[in-house]
């Protein structure tokens, strides 16, 4: 066997090894960009959509929403305990306990069984009529401003304007309710209290 012929035969299986190293450190190198980005982006697709019943679209990611959502979300939620009559107050307080977190719900069940129990007692209806909304997307909060008109046995006995602010929290894909309180209408996220954030 010609020694020449084969040092040119071992160099050129040489050259192809080494040609392949690269291509296999640049595939790898690539793989790790697209590992990298997919984990950068994980949680970042938004999408847009306009469900049947609200009017303004919003969008919806992995652990967070738009102002308009919440917007929307704290209307109709808080909404239901503030809109009630002897006859309603029961169904509507079973409405807002599925959107409370799981863990929180026998809480929240006995202070709506203590409350329809005494609307029921007392003939109570109140009427929440909405004039402002703010929103906090951030902190996952929204303020209602408005008007509450409270009736005893059919019979207007106050018209108080009143601020109720709603906080979310995010868990297992949804957004459910923590708490919601009356607040000062001039102060309703509590910027001058930074305790009660």
């Keep these: 066997m010609d020694s020449n012929q084969y040092f040119g035969e071992l160099e050129q299986e040489r050259s192809k090894n080494r040609r392949l190293q690269w291509a296999l ?16 982006q994980v949680g970042k697709d938004r999408i847009n959509f306009i469900p049947p019943e609200i009017s303004k679209p919003f969008w919806l990611s992995a652990e967070d929403a738009s102002p308009e959502y919440f917007e929307q979300l704290g209307q109709y939620v808080g909404l239901l305990p503030l809109n009630i009559t002897p006859e309603t107050a029961a ?8 959107y409370i977190l799981p863990k929180d719900r026998d809480k929240f069940r006995k202070k709506c069984d203590v ?16 004039r402002e909304v703010r ?6 909060k929204v303020v209602l ?16 304007n009143d601020a109720y602010r709603i906080e979310f929290a995010h868990s297992g894909g949804r957004f459910f309710v923590v ?5 000062d209408p001039a102060d309703p996220f509590s910027i001058k209290n930074p305790a009660d954030q």
């Design 145 to 160: 401003v408005g008007t509450t008109s409270t009736f005893i046995g059919g019979k207007e006995v106050g018209k108080d």
């Design 135 to 140: 929103t906090d997307a951030k902190h996952r």
């Design 179 to 183: 708490d919601q309180k009356r607040v």
């Design 91 to 98: 169904n509507a307080c079973n409405q807002y306990l599925v």
């Design 25 to 40: 450190v640049a595939c790898i190198v690539i793989i790790l960009i697209n590992a990298l980005t997919m984990r950068a």
């Design 115 to 130: 409350e329809v129990a005494r609307v029921k007692r007392d003939n109570v209806s109140q009427m929440f009529a909405v």
